[in-house]
């Protein structure tokens, strides 16, 4: 499982559709320089005034300064430029609902072990954070929170259907704020969900992959480890935390490759770690490779002088060592040239099915191409591999 | 609830949902290992074949496949104390929900996907028992040495199960989200000299069906368990819920813990460091936080994995068994390699052919060439007398039909070609098929079909004349109801033996309707050895109606006629060599031409 933003604007169509109401909103899409708009700008109305928002996913959007409001017909096209600079592409342009600030109340639901926890309060807007206080909350199981519906001003068929789209969509998460009830019912001003990844295979006319919020992407590999990692039932994941760092990983296993990373960090060398990252799940050779393959490509990217690279993991249970390490040697070949002319060295710390082979298999390689930093099994405590790498930087950063 | 002193007393059936070899070996291995007489892993639930085959030391052995939880035996569904589920993330719910109402004896298992809806993670939830437990998903398993390996935990090779001292139990118990530094803590404590109590891998999703904390209780709880190991990591709160559990002195025993994530302080928001679960939101998620709260109460606990280590290594020593068997046992097992073929005929043994069990000659001085010719076909030894005298009687009454059947007339022409033995009589059994010999399988099939869809005989003679089809097993060129065939009341003669006789009725019910239609429509001689024989393999040899049903797809049927006119075909190449007429050939006028149909 993991926790994914669906955009505000496919988010918005689910609730009204559930509540059974139009919902009016446009998406804009930004592709090179061209707009891409979900419904034409020109069916608007020039006398109406318009919010447009980054629908991006991102926290806290008013105190960014990535909502504009009352923005008229005919500049919209400026305000989609404003936020462009700001390095979005995907906004929301929606119509001003006049009203109070006194009018804001803020509403979330939550799956916990427990239940949907319903959080609540009569007030909310964006100073939410600063009144936790006043939030009240309750776990919803089997019946209806009547009370809380009475106090919010909720009607009780609109919650029902906010609990329907919860269910049907595997929602994680989704919060309102600001809430604003008219004579119509209720009105999202924002929305924020969170939906379960997983289950895209389990939804029926709800949302797809397509709805879910784009993160801002870093770099090429990053976008390519991610393409891998869906298309795999192994998991790979991949961030570049520093472009031009010295220190490059090649980590197994969730747990493992924070304590590897955190032993880094804990001897002073955070700054120079190029990148942190994870394969796990018995991944096979062409995986292996394709993973290894971005790393080696982000590391030759750097700038910096000197270019260790740690293969770094626990004593696997069933992630076959002999296996993923042809994978990383077939990558590690491919490069050859390349990593040699930076003088690389490779440092490899790894266990499990298969190790022997594949330790001898890297071991040798790496001789043979002169990077042979250290080799090890099970025998070399896991983070140690970190201490002997780290030698080959320079001190003192 | 997870109780690991249970389950240590208490033998497993394993039951696994969905097929992953490597595991699944593994936990034989481990069985057998462990100086058990057989594996606890009893069957598989899958599609496709019918057994896996894993080593049981050296020797495969082979797992039986359900194709549905419905159809495993009811004995087996009572004694599955345990199951494992392989199955992708999609079809984990559905299955692990049909196991937990299927099984009325279970009490926990593991489930190994990643990717499971958290929201079908918590309708999983609900289900489970309060005596049961679900360790994952994403969860390596559960391993208590010497004992029990329910998952890949510990490792998949024979040889990292004994690196690792699996076999013999201590006093540590280890766990942790993350299945990999679950088997990496495995063997740092089993590598300082110690051994381990119980392991296991909650899984790093969100919602694990067994939390830390369940763990730590079940710690607590096991009169063998001394110390705990622990290796943590940064998001959520288990860790506080465990110091409140800590502070009513709810939790006693020692614990050594390594809080991974303090890498993540280096960002203002931190990337996604580790599993799903570890994402620290708040100040008091961090690794930081939760090592200080844990610290606080007094349990051991580092941000520092060369501490951790030191830790770790401070605990009681564990006496070292020696283990020279069991290290020569995983020597003789890496040699091991599957067979080609597997068999249940014969074998060789003590140089002396064996065949189902008896040795051969023993099997042809005191039996009937009937019984040795059912007993093989069969697959195993006949239970019955009246069925080897039946299967005798038959192999004699189809031995001959005559020189103008095709069989016989192919191999005459062979034989006169000049050809040799082997190829004259394979010419003839080549003939047979659909149109000849072929019925005896093709009548079983309809006398099956109609028993056991439970139609009436005449609806069923109905349906076919319906698609202009032809019942195999009825009909005859000479022999008509008023000059009835001799064999066939012979052979109808051993339902005399028989108490239930629902094919041989049906069919001769169904011949009551089709001689009333044409004279000449009588049960013939192939539709009554399928009918009698279906009956004798029902009654004497317990066979089900499935089993019957596979036999037909095999064509057993149809082996009698093929074995008996081998007798025929032979007498007949023989007799053509010892005329030596020369090269048959026939004249145009024997073929005749015309040009268009």
């Not at chain 2, 104390?81 to 999609?90: A, I, K, V």
């Not at chain 2, 009909?475 to 041989?504: C, M, N, W």
């Not at chain 2, 009588?522 to 049903?549: C, F, M, P, Y």
Request: with cysteine; proline share 3%.
């Amino acid at each position: 499982m993991s926790r994914v933003k669906l955009t505000e604007w496919k988010a918005k169509q689910l609730l009204y559709a559930e509540l059974g109401k139009k919902y009016n909103g446009i998406s804009v899409q930004v592709d090179k320089k061209s707009y891409i708009f979900s419904s034409p700008l020109s069916k608007l109305s020039t006398k109406k005034e318009y919010v447009v928002k980054v629908d991006q996913g991102v926290k806290g959007r008013m105190k960014k300064s990535l909502v504009l409001l009352a923005v008229k017909r005919n500049d919209l096209t400026k305000a989609f430029q404003k936020l462009s600079q700001k390095g979005y592409t995907q906004y929301i342009i929606e119509e001003m609902l006049p009203h109070q600030s006194q009018q804001e109340k803020y509403l979330s639901l939550e799956r916990t072990r427990e239940g949907v926890l319903l959080r609540y309060s009569v007030q909310g807007g964006i100073d939410i954070e600063r009144m936790k206080e006043q939030v009240k909350s309750v776990t919803i199981t089997d019946t209806l929170p009547l009370s809380a519906l009475k106090e919010m001003g909720v009607m009780k068929s609109e919650f029902e259907a906010m609990r329907e789209l919860f269910e049907k969509n595997y929602v994680s998460f989704m919060e309102i704020n600001p809430l604003v009830i008219t004579s119509s019912g209720m009105q999202a001003l924002d929305l924020a969900v969170e939906v379960d990844s997983t289950a895209e295979f389990f939804i029926k006319n709800g949302w797809t992959g397509k709805d879910i919020v784009e993160e801002q992407v870093k770099s090429i590999e990053e976008q390519k480890v991610k393409e891998l990692n869906s298309k795999s039932q192994a998991a790979l994941s991949y961030t570049l935390l520093n472009k031009n760092g010295s220190l490059w990983c090649l980590l197994s296993g969730g747990g493992a490759s924070i304590t590897l990373a955190d032993e880094i960090y804990n001897l002073g060398f955070g700054p120079e770690l190029g990148n942190y990252g994870e394969y796990s799940g018995n991944p096979n050779q062409e995986e292996t490779y394709l993973y290894t393959t971005y790393v080696l490509q982000s590391m030759l990217k750097s700038k910096s002088k000197t270019l260790t690279l740690i293969v770094g993991g626990g004593v696997a249970n069933f992630t076959d060592i002999r296996t993923t390490f042809k994978g990383v040697l077939q990558a590690l070949d491919k490069f050859k040239t390349k990593l040699l002319k930076r003088h690389v060295t490779l440092f490899v710390r790894r266990g499990g099915p298969y190790q022997e082979e594949g330790l001898a298999m890297i071991a040798s390689w790496a001789k043979k191409n002169r990077m042979y930093g250290y080799v090890a099994g099970p025998e070399l405590p896991l983070h140690e591999i970190v201490r002997l790498a780290v030698k080959t930087l320079p001190k003192n950063k | 609830m997870l109780d690991i002193s249970y389950l240590r007393k208490t033998n497993h059936r394993i039951i696994s949902i969905g097929s992953h070899p490597g595991i699944l070996q593994s936990m034989m291995d481990f069985d057998y290992l462990s100086g058990k007489s057989e594996p606890d892993l009893k069957a598989i639930i899958a599609s496709g074949k019918k057994f896996l085959r894993l080593f049981w030391g050296g020797q495969e052995k082979l797992i039986p496949i359900y194709g549905s939880l419905q159809a495993i035996p009811d004995a087996l569904k009572r004694e599955t104390s345990l199951f494992l589920n392989l199955t992708s993330g999609r079809r984990s719910m559905s299955s692990t929900l049909e196991v937990l109402s299927g099984f009325p004896h279970l009490v926990g298992g593991t489930l190994f996907a990643e990717n499971i809806p958290e929201k079908n993670t918590l309708d999983i939830y609900q289900h489970i028992g309060k005596k049961q437990f679900i360790v994952g998903p994403s969860s390596v398993g559960l391993l208590i040495p010497g004992h029990l390996k329910l998952g890949a935990i510990g490792g998949t090779q024979a040889k990292q199960l004994l690196g690792a001292d699996l076999f013999e139990p201590g006093n540590i118990a280890v766990f942790s989200s993350s299945g990999g530094m679950t088997n990496e803590l495995i063997n740092l404590v089993t590598g300082a000299g110690k051994r381990i109590s119980f392991s296991l891998s909650f899984g790093g999703d969100r919602f694990p069906l067994l939390t830390p904390i369940d763990a730590f209780r079940a710690a607590e709880k096991d009169k063998d368990t001394e110390s705990i190991v622990y290796f943590g990591e940064l998001g959520g709160y288990d860790e506080y819920d465990l110091v409140e559990l800590i502070k009513a002195k709810k939790i006693t025993k020692k614990i050594i813990t390594y809080i991974g994530g303090t890498i993540s302080e280096m960002f203002e928001t931190p990337p996604q460091f580790g599993h799903a679960k570890a994402m620290a939101a708040r100040g008091e998620e961090t690794a930081q936080a939760k090592t200080a709260a844990l610290k606080a109460v007094g349990v051991h606990a580092t941000s520092s994995f060369t501490e951790f280590i030191k830790l770790v290594q401070s605990l009681p020593d564990e006496k070292k068994k020696p283990n020279n068997e069991r290290e020569k046992m995983v020597k003789e097992m890496s040699h091991r390699t599957a067979s080609y073929f597997i068999n249940g005929i014969s074998h060789d043994k003590d140089g002396s052919v064996e065949i189902l069990g008896k040795d051969l000659l023993s099997l042809a001085t005191e039996h009937s060439y009937g019984y040795v010719v059912g007993s093989m076909l069969l697959g195993r030894q006949l239970k019955s007398k009246n069925t080897a005298e039946f299967i005798d009687l038959v192999m004699k009454l189809l031995v001959d039909h005559g020189p103008y059947v095709s069989g016989a007339v192919n191999t005459m022409i062979s034989a006169r070609a000049g050809k040799d033995l082997v190829s004259s009589v394979v010419s003839g059994l080549l003939t047979i098929g659909p149109r000849f010999g072929g019925a005896i399988n093709q009548a079983a099939k309809h006398w099956l079909e109609g028993v056991e869809a439970q139609v009436s005989p005449y609806d069923y003679v109905e349906s076919i004349a319906k698609k202009r089809g032809i019942i195999s097993g009825i009909g005859h060129k000479k022999y008509r109801v008023d000059a009835p065939d001799p064999r066939v009341s012979l052979i109808i003669g051993f339902t005399k033996e028989l108490k239930q006789t629902s094919y041989t009725d049906f069919a001769t019910e169904v011949e009551k309707i089709t001689t009333a239609k044409k004279g000449n429509l009588i049960l013939n001689i192939d539709g009554a050895i399928a009918a009698v024989l279906l009956d004798l393999l029902s009654e004497k040899e317990g066979l089900t109606e499935k089993e019957l049903l596979e036999l037909v797809d095999a064509e057993f049927f149809n082996a009698f006629f093929v074995l008996s006119r081998a007798v025929g075909f032979t007498a007949h190449y023989l007799d053509q060599k010892r005329r030596d007429e020369g090269l048959f050939r026939l004249s145009p006028k024997e073929i005749n031409y015309i040009d268009k149909l």
